[in-house]
């Protein structure tokens, strides 16, 4: 009996796991079909006889973003709604462009690890780890250089470099999602009470009103 019980919470927790991750493909593929408005986990697949190469092909991955913006950074994305063909594969691609000192400020992907390729540039880049510690690691990065971010943890990259940088990075999911955390927090809609975030930040109301009107 108590063997019965063992095994059946190991199994229960190996699903737990498993659904923390990306379904396996029960087929070759299954690109997204958006025309179709069923709600499934994913995208519904499209006919497989109209499926052509385009369906798995995305161009443009060699054109530097606009990074003339207040963040001085941006992020091309090439995940399932660019790029049909990722639809139910786990998978995704994003590049992004960097001017001298620009940020892409602390965020993080709920359903997706990144690895992240330095093509151009110097990047300082880092994660924080969940309560308790909350532990900061982070690192400079040069040309070629690789770094992973654990999927969920709150990260951040920023230029340190003269010239503009460039990284690529492949994220495990085809939809990784982004949360990053000053406009959650000071940008949601409707806003989250000030007084809420008085008391969580230890500041004073004015503080946050004045942070809530910039997100
Ligand atoms: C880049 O974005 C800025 C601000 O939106 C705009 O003024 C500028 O024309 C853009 N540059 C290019 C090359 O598209």
Wanted: charged share 10%.
């Amino acid at each position: 009996m108590a063997n019965h019980i063992l095994l059946l919470s190991l199994l229960a927790m190996s699903n737990i796991l498993a659904s923390a991750f990306e379904p396996s493909p029960l087929q070759d593929f299954c690109v997204a079909d958006f025309t179709n408005s069923a709600r499934v986990n994913g995208h519904v697949c499209m006919d497989s006889k109209l499926v052509q190469a385009d369906h798995f092909s995305f161009s443009g991955l060699h054109i530097a973003g606009n990074t003339s913006n207040p963040l001085g950074s941006k992020v091309t994305p090439v995940t399932v709604a660019q790029l049909p063909g990722l639809n139910t594969l786990g998978i995704a691609l994003a590049r992004i462009d960097y001017a001298p000192g620009g940020v892409i400020p602390p965020h993080t992907h709920p359903r997706a690890t990144e690895v992240l390729t330095v093509l151009e540039g110097s990047l300082f880049v880092g994660f924080v780890t969940s309560n308790p510690e909350n532990k900061l690691i982070s690192k400079v990065l040069q040309k070629g250089d690789v770094f992973i971010f654990p999927v969920g943890l709150v990260h951040f990259q920023q230029n340190i470099g003269y010239g503009n940088a460039v990284s690529v990075s492949a994220l495990s999911s085809q939809n990784p999602g982004i949360i990053t955390v000053a406009n959650a927090v000071f940008g949601s809609n409707p806003s989250i009470a000030n007084d809420v975030l008085a008391k969580a930040f230890q500041v004073d109301k004015n503080i946050i009103d004045r942070l809530q009107s910039q997100f």
